[in-house]
């Protein structure tokens, strides 16, 4: 099992910033992929950015020039840099850990992991 605690969250006013993180502990080995999701109040949880261990990134389009995510590995730990934060940016933010294992029988299994959510208000 991998266990995430998020820090970070709250409000700030519309251009304001914050910084996200997300520490990964427990079965660390295998995590390939950490990254951050949303979800905005009635709407369905969308991926906001995520990087694999090689250092590559994705970015949700509305997002995109406005947020930065990073990775320390030694520390397993995520951030994700929030500028210019718009109002539609209020969501709860949620960090998650992709892992992929070989079981001793060979069997590839790939496992999701989510944190318990930090809520991000933007408002004036």
């Known amino acids: 099992q991998v266990q995430l605690v998020e820090s970070g969250g709250g409000l700030v006013q519309p251009g304001g910033s914050l910084r996200l993180s997300c520490a990964a502990s427990?079965?660390?080995?295998?995590?390939?992929?950490m990254g951050w999701y949303r979800q905005p109040p009635g709407k369905q949880r969308e991926l906001v950015a995520a990087r694999t261990n090689s250092g590559t990134t994705h970015y949700g389009d509305s997002v995109k020039g406005r947020f930065t995510i990073s990775r320390d590995n030694a520390k397993n730990t995520v951030y994700l840099q929030m500028d210019s934060l718009k109002p539609e940016d209020t969501a709860v933010y949620y960090c998650n850990a992709y892992r992929v294992v070989v079981t001793p029988n060979d069997e590839v299994r790939d496992y999701d992991y989510w944190g318990q959510g930090t809520q991000v208000t933007v408002s004036s």
């Open positions: 427990g079965s660390v080995n295998g995590i390939i992929r």
